[in-house]
């Protein structure tokens, strides 16, 4: 009996030795193998606890009656409880069983169906030995993340003062962006103000091979960690959880929960009470934690991401400051994992350069698989969180690799996924949740580069009809609100050929007038590019023009021309390739409205003048009417009035003949402009007139313009009252259409009356206003202009200097455009401020070059302008007869045109009062 006894003690012994090594593997999986150490500390203690209660055991036996034995299956004993006050039930011969788990956990341990003589003494049993700074090294390259280390640190003083507070830090962010890291380094630069520990608990959400830590499996290893033996941990989540709030309750401690699965896996592991910081790292956003401050981690800036590679490589040579270094790190999409591959490599490759790195990064044909070292790559981080997606997660998340733009919303990517708005949000929101997406503006979303490229490579493992008819969704979604959202735009012209647009979409937004129209035209117009050139390089010439004509206006409008005209030039390109000639006719003609309002006018003459053939061939009126108003613009502004008249007059013709009003308000307002520039100032005024005639709440462009020119020919005939009050009115509807040409070449104007008034502050304000919405749209003419008036400002402040630098500016625009009747405003206005500054020869000369060009393309109006500033030249030249002839001419076209003008000086032989 006694040999069967020491048997059954020996192998519980060998039991029991087990046990702690078991324990330990798991603490190693919980903490990392970074703490190793301490996990091993946690084994020995146990085992010389486990040890020392079974020697215990051992040493007792003795005193235990035999005869119990056989009453109770441990020594016929009632079954042992630990109480909630500490306290235990006394024990046959007085002796007890103490608690020194400590607190007021209210936990329920029991000793039970323990085979043998078995005697409970009063001594406890060892507790196990705490381990409280299981932080990993911080390190030493750690760069960057200065803002929110200092957040974490305000609200933390914010709170100070509220004793008992459990501050708590969601840091999240996509894979690879350095939450670990942070975590760690803003745990150590904390540290010292957490004195009773700083635990570091790895939950193992994203770590290969591993499964996601249970939430009670790391109550144990913090258990463990705080000194509780194993023997006393309880079985239950509730019962740990309880057991370690009551551990930290008056703590100053420090919790480190890294890499979580969700907000359920941490939300057990938060300490009730005490002055403790948690900091909590996790790809998801922990949202359900309402009491969490959330800290999201963007990639680095590039400053901070070139210094970080600079500080991995620790090696002499390369320089944050170098370009290649930064284009390295661009190329890593500043991600702090992709920057630390790239810099081990280069660190362990002493015959390389960054250049060389750089170079092979650039030319990598898959750049994800290029970013890696050993076992670790970045495309691995990735993939983790996109095997973590639920199937329909998964298939969105593949269709968006395939969007050719910057961002999308729930419209685009229902087109894509085919499915409805409410669910394509959903699942939006779910790849949002977990940083595969971000969300820059509400509704939103983009992709990191990198993630882009992801997504990219596993959409390409799709069936390709599968891929295809994703993308045609997608072009036929844009098409479609593109052309509907043209249709609620005032244009200078309608359409002259609308493509099929096909099916209304399952799901777009409803456009319920212009407002709204342009809106939308400009979040999506980075996307309409982008799907535009994608149709045109892959067979879809239809798409690509379509969506040309369909942007037409608003780019116009809103003065995006340099990207306008590439695209046409792409659209045009693909139609000539399908032989679509009216295709082409539209490209062409786009491309001359660009090359026009750029200023480029032999090109636009061409453009045009192609166009105008194949509209002709295709038989497409409309077209035709189209090409001729803007090629008559053109020769309008190269001083060939009377070919612009012309082509005005041929337009209007097939105008009226289809019965296209907006087209009639372009020609008539165009015509007005042509006959005011001739001095013919009645004509102007009768088409002007005409155009205002079909005005409606649907305002056409070309009102605004007839608006001006009724204004000038007010500001000409000395009525400046009502010039200014027609000018502001086109002002307001040009600002209403959301024409920034409109708006600057008006402000122009305001300008130009204001100066001729004697309010010169205003005048300056509206010619500075002017120049920059000119410079941004890229409009030399319009900035011309600006700089005109504004040379004339400081002229007439005797601020001669930067009168005639600003003037020159003007002249060399003017002269390099081809502008004649702005060259010949210049050469008149740098004339008249050379007679201020009392040099009357080059006043002379500068009238006499306006002169020629105004005698020239025939402008009546500005010749009188040359005439009268060459007199008053000659009469400060002291050449009267001279001056008598030039000023007799002058206001004898100032009286034939109606032009009110300052009144010619008396010639110098008319008598004392002349003189």
Not at 23 to 35: H, K, N, P, Q, T
Not at 170 to 181: C, R, S
Not at 548 to 565: F, T
Not at 632 to 652: C, I, R
Request: contains cysteine; hydrophobic residues 45%.
């Amino acid at each position: 009996m006694m040999a069967r006894r020491s048997r059954r003690a020996w192998l519980s012994l060998a039991a029991w030795l087990i046990i702690p090594v078991i324990l330990a593997v798991a603490s190693i999986r919980v903490f990392g193998m970074e703490e190793r150490e301490s996990a091993l500390a946690v084994f020995l203690a146990l085992s010389l606890s486990i040890v020392g209660a079974l020697l215990t055991i051992q040493r007792t036996r003795a005193h235990v009656p035999s005869a119990n034995a056989s009453t109770n299956p441990i020594g016929g004993m009632p079954e042992t409880s630990v109480m909630a006050n500490g306290e235990s039930p006394a024990l046959p011969g007085g002796s007890r069983v103490d608690n020194h788990m400590g607190g007021t956990a209210g936990v329920l341990l029991q000793a039970g169906a323990i085979n043998g003589d078995v005697n409970m003494t009063s001594q406890p049993p060892p507790s196990a030995a705490a381990a409280l700074r299981t932080l990993p090294a911080d390190l030493a390259a750690f760069t960057g993340r200065q803002s929110e280390l200092e957040r974490i640190v305000q609200t933390l003083e914010e709170h100070a003062g509220a004793g008992g507070v459990v501050h708590i830090d969601a840091i999240d962010g996509m894979a690879g962006v350095g939450k670990t890291a942070f975590a760690v380094h803003a745990a150590h630069h904390l540290g010292s103000r957490f004195p009773d520990g700083q635990f570091f608990v790895r939950l193992h959400a994203h770590t290969p091979g591993q499964r996601p830590v249970e939430t009670a499996d790391a109550l144990f290893a913090l258990l463990l960690s705080v000194g509780v033996a194993a023997a006393q941990i309880p079985d239950s989540l509730e019962s740990r959880a309880a057991l370690w709030r009551d551990r930290m309750a008056g703590k100053k401690a420090l919790v480190v929960l890294d890499d979580a699965t969700d907000s359920d896996q941490v939300r057990a592991l938060l300490p009730g009470s005490g002055s403790t910081l948690v900091l909590v790292t996790s790809r998801r956003r922990l949202s359900a934690l309402p009491q969490a401050m959330p800290i999201t981690l963007q990639a680095l800036p590039p400053q901070d991401a070139a210094d970080l590679f600079v500080r991995l490589t620790a090696r002499p040579g390369p320089d944050a400051n170098d370009p290649t270094v930064r284009q390295l790190t661009e190329l890593c999409g500043h991600l702090p994992l992709a920057i630390g591959l790239m810099a081990g490599k280069l660190r362990h490759r002493p015959a390389w350069t960054v250049c060389d790195l750089a170079a092979d990064l650039a030319s990598a044909a898959d750049r994800l698989t290029a970013l890696r070292a050993e076992s670790h790559s970045v495309a691995a981080a990735f993939e983790l969180s996109y095997y973590g997606l639920a199937p329909e997660q998964q298939r969105l998340f593949r269709r968006l690799g395939l969007h050719p733009g910057s961002d999308i919303d729930a419209y685009s990517a229902a087109a894509l996924d085919a499915v409805d708005h409410d669910t394509a949000a959903t699942l939006l929101d779910d790849l949002y949740a977990v940083h595969l997406v971000d969300e820059p503006a509400r509704g939103r979303y983009r992709f990191h580069d990198l993630i882009r490229r992801h997504a990219r490579v596993l959409a390409d493992q799709d069936l390709e009809v599968d891929r295809e008819a994703a993308l045609d969704r997608l072009l036929a979604y844009y098409l479609h609100t593109a052309h509907t959202a043209d249709g609620l735009l005032p244009g200078r012209y309608p359409q002259a050929y609308v493509r099929h647009t096909g099916a209304r979409p399952v799901a777009m937004p409803e456009l319920t007038g212009h407002g709204q129209a342009g809106e939308w035209m400009e979040r999506e117009r980075l996307n309409l590019y982008a799907a535009l050139n994608h149709a045109a390089e892959h067979g879809r010439p239809d798409m690509a023009i379509g969506l040309a004509s369909a942007m037409a206006r608003y780019l116009q409008a809103r003065g995006y021309w340099d990207q306008a005209l590439a695209l046409y030039h792409t659209a045009t390109r693909a139609a000539r390739q399908a032989h679509d000639e009216l295709g082409e006719a539209e490209g062409l003609f786009h491309i001359g409205d660009m090359e026009h309002m750029r200023d480029d006018y032999p090109a636009a003459v061409a453009s045009f003048t192609r166009a105008l053939q194949l509209y002709r061939r295709a038989s497409n009126s409309l077209g035709e009417a189209n090409a001729l108003n803007d090629l008559g613009t053109v020769q309008s502004m190269m001083g060939h009035y009377a070919a612009a008249v012309a082509s005005h007059e041929a337009a209007l013709r097939l105008y009226e003949a289809v019965g296209e009003e907006h087209g009639q308000v372009e020609a008539h307002s165009s015509l007005s402009s042509v006959h005011y520039a001739r001095g013919d100032f009645a004509e102007a005024a009768t088409h002007a007139e005409a155009a205002l005639k079909f005005r409606t709440t649907d305002q056409p462009i070309g009102c605004g313009g007839a608006l001006n020119t009724l204004a000038h020919i007010r500001r000409a005939r000395g009525e400046s009252q009502a010039a200014l009050a027609g000018f502001m009115e086109a002002l307001r509807l040009f600002h209403a259409l959301g024409s920034r040409p409109g708006v600057g070449n008006t402000l122009n104007a305001l300008g130009h009356v204001q100066y001729e008034i004697g309010d010169l502050a205003a005048a300056y304000a509206s010619y500075t206003e002017a120049l920059q919405i000119h410079r941004v749209i890229g409009n030399p003419a319009g900035e011309a202009t600006s700089l005109n008036g504004l040379g004339m400002i400081c002229g007439a402040k005797a601020e001669y200097e930067k009168a005639f630098d600003t003037l020159a500016r003007a002249a060399k625009l003017r002269h390099t455009i081809g502008h004649r009747l702005g060259q010949a405003e210049t050469f008149n206005a740098l004339g008249a401020v050379h007679l201020a500054a009392a040099d009357a020869n080059k006043a002379q000369e500068n009238h006499r070059k306006a002169l020629a060009i105004c005698r020239e393309i025939g402008t009546p109006a500005e010749e009188a302008k040359a005439l009268e500033g060459l007199g008053r030249g000659l009469l400060a030249d002291a050449q009267p007869d001279e001056a008598r002839t030039s000023l007799q001419l002058a206001e004898a076209i100032y009286r034939r045109l109606g032009i009110h003008a300052t009144p010619v000086p008396p010639a110098p032989d008319s008598g004392p009062s002349g003189q």
